[in-house]
């Protein structure tokens, strides 16, 4: 029940459907989080200690946004998803697993990228409906920065 809601003056009926966007944004985080902290783990090659070092920078960014995001959902007064089970069927990201390439994982993440941008999109159209501007200021700093990451990641390929 969405006890905070109220306290922090927005409308119980749209905060329910931000915090399921949450909750699926949280969700998506969890396995991008894993698939980088595996490919952090698993790569091998000529890009080694380049990519190494940058997953790490990943899985550790991403592990402080999980946070973040289920702190958010607490605010509004609804419980963040919080079992594997509910991450991997509700994640829009798939678990990637064995992958020790270079080229291929820097794809997954450039892919892990594109679909959390997308769900925090949707994020921050139903915050900014709904007048949240915490969440919107949160969402918006990610999408800034995670553009920046697609650009990176992207220069890398080529």
């Known amino acids: 029940m969405a006890t905070n809601t109220a306290t922090i ?3 119980k009926k ?3 459907e931000l915090a399921d966007k949450l909750n699926n944004l949280l969700a998506a985080y969890q396995i991008f989080y894993q698939n980088t902290r595996g490919f952090h783990w ?4 000529d890009k080694f200690f380049t990519l190494h070092v940058k997953f790490e920078e990943l899985y550790t960014d991403a592990l402080t946004k999980i ?3 289920a702190e958010r959902i607490l605010t509004l007064g609804y ?3 919080h079992s594997f089970s509910q991450y991997v069927q509700l994640s829009a990201i798939k678990e990637i697993t064995n992958d020790s390439n270079a080229e291929t994982t820097v794809k997954h993440v450039l892919e892990g990228f ?3 941008i997308q769900l925090e999109r949707e994020v921050s159209s139903v ?3 709904l007048g949240d501007d915490g969440t919107n200021d949160l969402i918006t700093t990610y ?3 995670q553009e920046k990451q697609v650009w990176m990641y992207n220069a890398f390929l080529h």
């Open 42 to 45: 698993n790569i091998k090659g």
């Open 67 to 69: 946070d973040e995001i």
């Open 79 to 81: 419980t963040p998803v």
């Open 114 to 116: 594109k679909t959390l």
């Open 14 to 16: 749209t905060a329910k």
């Open 9 to 11: 003056g927005l409308e």
């Open 143 to 145: 999408i800034r920065e």
């Open 127 to 129: 915050s900014d409906e």
